[in-house]
């Protein structure tokens, strides 16, 4: 490892207890870690997480700080000061019976009330997952008993209701929760006066597995995400949220998950609003066709003992889903990591189907999608952290130019491509052909991801929806912290810009400064104004221009630099049509 990445690395103090190791059965042998992640203090971190296993978190015998009433039953929360302002917090609400057992892979099931008082204080859950992550920290549980929401609210609003923004977390459909500390709702709802909602969804082959079979019809975890809006829209007010003011806000998967309701009829009259940041499903590489599915399944049933011979998911899907069931999560969950290596987005959403009707790209050009006001848009270096995650140290240097030549272009090659579905060489020719060094050719391969996953689908995405009439806004995030603690070549890399829209600089001086404080209030203004009103507001009343085909403006955020700029990367995107 360098010596500035070594820094870097070692310097992230997470102190992990591991508290079950094992391998599986028919994978090769990497060894599983069940392990808790007790301190985080860095800006960027990288943590092995656990799949199952933790105790829960939950306090006993103690009085509630708040108590409100939903059509379920009495919950208790806590009660917090923050920005001068008291946000009461709800944590690990049930928004859907636990997928178990028979309800494995089966759309999910609308909670059943509870007696007494349920304890969202301190529950913090997440679905069963192999991860290598940042942002994350504190004790999470990790099971399959995970469709749980969190709520943030202002307190004393004497009967006003304010609007909802409900966040969708990314980590490619494999990996994530809506638990991590850079995704608390207080700071935001304190700041905004927003109602804050967060909620899990299924992942991975739990998630995603797609049989064309009643028993396993995929895209179980984007119906999760629609039945946690129907809980909004049957118990917000009770939170002080306005159910007819809601906006669903996410990153990466979570900002193709937007889209997906955005497209999806399941999803029709849950939401006003979407904020897609960093995703949209004008992309190729973010979804499967049923046969893909069905084969990544039958690898993975392969592996556990489920398929073989006549048996298949293509010829008895029931019978193979029934052994699938019979096999613990973890076991399911490492086994399609290590079967379908190097790949780390494995079961991805698939289309023709009741949430998907049509595939996505047709859908966006056709028009088949809800009239909704939308703002989208990307961070300036996206690609870079298909370097950082999973972590290749040895490629993130600032000069790379004394590595191995050929060890150096497989790894990047093999980073950059763990990421993607789809390979197109000719293209991949046209970002590296003239390349004159490694430090050039390492920019041309995560300018190649940048694009094709990120720059350009949003590009078309905005297009296409303005085209119909919809109101579009459109942003570039390239703020860069000075303790970001990441080598400088690397810019604003994809994920960067979370901190900053969930108002963390505003409450963490250690890990941001004052400049970040100050770009975090623009990012939050900008969320809240257009959570209101659908129109979004930035400072001294600098008038955003709405996005067209003739008029691509994004708006660029960096400290003490707010400006539109017209074709981020336009040059580059007009060769991406004819494949996109």
């Not at 990591?337 to 023709?352: Q, R």
């Not at 085209?467 to 603690?485: C, E, I, L």
């Not at 400088?488 to 969930?502: E, K, L, S």
């Not at 009103?533 to 009343?541: A, H, I, Q, R, T």
Request: aromatic share 10%; charged share 20%.
């Amino acid at each position: 490892m360098a010596a500035g990445v070594s820094a870097v690395v070692s310097s992230i103090p997470v102190d992990v207890e591991v508290v079950q190791q094992g391998t599986i059965s028919g994978a090769s042998p990497r060894i599983l870690r069940l392990a808790r992640c007790t301190g985080v203090s860095s800006g960027f971190w990288f943590a092995f997480l656990l799949l199952e296993g933790v105790c829960c978190i939950v306090s006993c015998g103690r009085a509630y700080d708040v108590e409100k009433v939903t059509r379920l039953g009495r919950v208790g929360g806590n009660r917090l000061d923050l920005l001068g302002q008291k946000v009461e917090e709800y944590r690990g609400i049930p928004f859907a019976q636990p997928p178990v057992g028979r309800l494995r892979f089966l759309p999910p099931q609308p909670a059943k009330p509870w007696d007494g008082i349920l304890d969202a204080t301190s529950r913090r859950t997440a679905c069963p997952q192999v991860v290598f992550s940042e942002f994350m920290a504190g004790e999470i549980e990790y099971t399959e008993d995970c469709l749980h929401l969190n709520v943030w609210s202002p307190a004393g609003r004497d009967g006003d209701v304010a609007p909802v923004v409900v966040w969708i977390h990314g980590g490619g459909f494999t990996q994530g929760c809506a638990s991590y500390d850079n995704y608390t709702g207080a700071p935001l709802a304190a700041k905004t006066g927003l109602v804050v909602v967060s909620m899990n969804y299924r992942l991975g082959i739990l998630g995603f597995l797609d049989a064309n079979s009643p028993e396993a019809p995929g895209n179980m975890g984007l119906m999760d995400q629609s039945l946690a809006l129907k809980w909004i829209q049957e118990n917000i007010r009770d939170f002080g949220g306005d159910p007819s003011r809601v906006t669903i806000l996410g990153e990466s998967a979570g900002g193709m998950s937007v889209h997906a309701h955005v497209l999806s009829p399941v999803s029709r009259g849950l939401f006003q609003r979407a904020y897609m940041m960093s995703g949209t499903l004008h992309t190729l590489d973010f979804f499967d066709a049923t046969h893909e599915s069905i084969s990544k399944g039958n690898t993975v049933a392969s592996v556990v003992g489920c398929s073989g011979g006549d048996r298949s998911l293509g010829s008895n899907a029931e019978a193979v889903i029934d052994c699938l069931r019979t096999k613990s999560a973890n076991e399911l969950v490492l086994a399609a990591a290590e079967s379908l290596a190097p790949k780390i987005f494995l079961f991805l959403p698939t289309y023709h189907n009741e949430f998907l009707p049509k595939v996505p790209t047709v859908a966006i050009s056709k028009g088949f999608f809800h009239t909704v006001d939308i703002v989208l848009g990307v961070t300036e270096d996206e690609g870079v952290l298909s370097l950082i995650y999973p972590l290749r140290s040895e490629l993130l240097p600032d000069d790379v130019e004394g590595l191995d030549e050929k060890i150096f272009k497989h790894s990047l090659h093999e980073g950059v491509f763990s990421w993607l579905k789809m390979d197109f060489p000719e293209m991949l020719e046209k970002y590296t052909a003239e390349a004159q060094d490694k430090s050039s050719l390492r920019r041309g391969y995560v300018d190649y991801i940048s694009d094709s996953v990120f720059v350009c689908p949003m590009h078309f995405t905005a297009e296409k929806h303005a085209d119909r009439g919809q109101t579009v806004y459109s942003y570039v995030f390239g703020h860069k912290s000075a303790k970001n603690p990441l080598p400088a070549w690397m810019g604003t890399p994809h994920a960067f810009d979370i901190n900053y829209i969930f108002g963390v600089p505003l409450v963490n001086q250690e890990r941001f400064d004052d400049e970040d404080a100050a770009v975090s209030e623009v990012v939050v203004t900008v969320l809240k104004t257009f959570a209101a009103n659908g129109v979004p507001e930035l400072p001294m009343k600098k008038p955003w221009p709405k996005y067209t085909a003739d008029s691509p403006v994004s708006v660029y955020f960096d400290y003490e630099n707010i400006t539109d700029i017209k074709g981020f990367r336009e040059e580059q995107c007009g060769p991406w049509r004819a494949y996109l």
